[in-house]
């Protein structure tokens, strides 16, 4: 019998049988892992099996290559916090989408499982939308697609950076990129080393530019961006 302890947050609930699911996680030393869940049903099970939630995790399964299942109890529940508030439980729900989708199951992602935590109690604030977009270029990073919006990819005035390369994900300065500005991405000046206000509509930007890089770099062999991002996209742009 295999068998291992740990805390995961709740990435995705998949109905399985009557009164059973396959419960996503990411964990903090296992990674993303899936395991059958039964009673789901129930109020407690309800309760517990929210995306985002933190849960203690049992998990146990005659050989270790096998889905096995899941014993769960409920840690933390950061949902709670957005009742009345759709737009940051939107973006709770897309980055676990997004962690779901994208990440290899099992392969571990210590600095993500703590990264996502950070970012629920971010989206308690009142900058929640600009540290959501910074948590998605945190994520790309962790994936190995490593956006450098710091210096100027043709040699420009680093405080001058307007466009982003959608070739390399390197920054460009305006007079650097004004020749090929119609094939060049926007870069929102809160990402910018000149900084900038951080209002919706440099979120929005933020947000455009990022789902080139997710569509184009993540998600390009995979099924597409996942749907609770897309809808937060679409809801932040209302």
């Not at 009557?18 to 990411?26: H, K, M, P, Y």
């Not at 998990?59 to 270790?64: F, G, T, Y």
């Not at 989708?101 to 600009?130: C, I, K, M, N, T």
């Not at 455009?208 to 597409?224: A, D, T």
């Amino acid at each position: 019998m295999e068998r291992w302890q740990d805390q995961g947050i709740v990435l995705s609930v998949r109905p399985h049988g009557e009164n059973g699911a396959v419960v996503s996680l990411l964990t903090e030393h296992h990674g993303r892992h899936a395991g059958y869940v039964r009673g789901v049903h129930s109020t407690k099970g309800r309760g517990t099996l929210e995306p985002g939630n933190l849960v203690d995790v049992d998990w146990q399964s005659r050989v270790a290559d096998q889905l096995g299942s899941f014993t769960l109890e409920l840690s933390k529940n950061p949902t709670a916090h957005f009742i009345s508030e759709p737009l940051p439980l939107s973006a709770l729900q897309s980055a676990c989408a997004l962690c779901d989708a994208a990440l290899p199951e099992r392969e571990g992602h210590p600095g993500l499982f703590y990264g996502l935590q950070s970012l629920f109690e971010a989206l308690r604030g009142d900058v929640w939308a600009p540290a959501y977009v910074m948590w998605e270029i945190a994520f790309l990073r962790e994936l190995g697609f490593s956006l450098d919006l710091s210096k100027c990819a043709g040699g420009g005035d680093p405080m001058d950076l307007i466009y982003v390369s959608p070739k390399t994900g390197r920054a460009v300065s305006e007079a650097a990129g004004r020749i090929y500005k119609e094939k060049l991405l926007g870069l929102p000046g809160f990402l910018s080393p000149a900084g900038g206000s951080g209002d919706d509509a440099e979120v929005w930007q933020g947000l455009r530019l990022i789902s080139y890089f997710l569509e184009h770099w993540v998600f390009v062999h995979l099924k597409g961006i996942p749907e609770p991002r897309l809808r937060f996209e679409a809801r932040f742009a209302k």
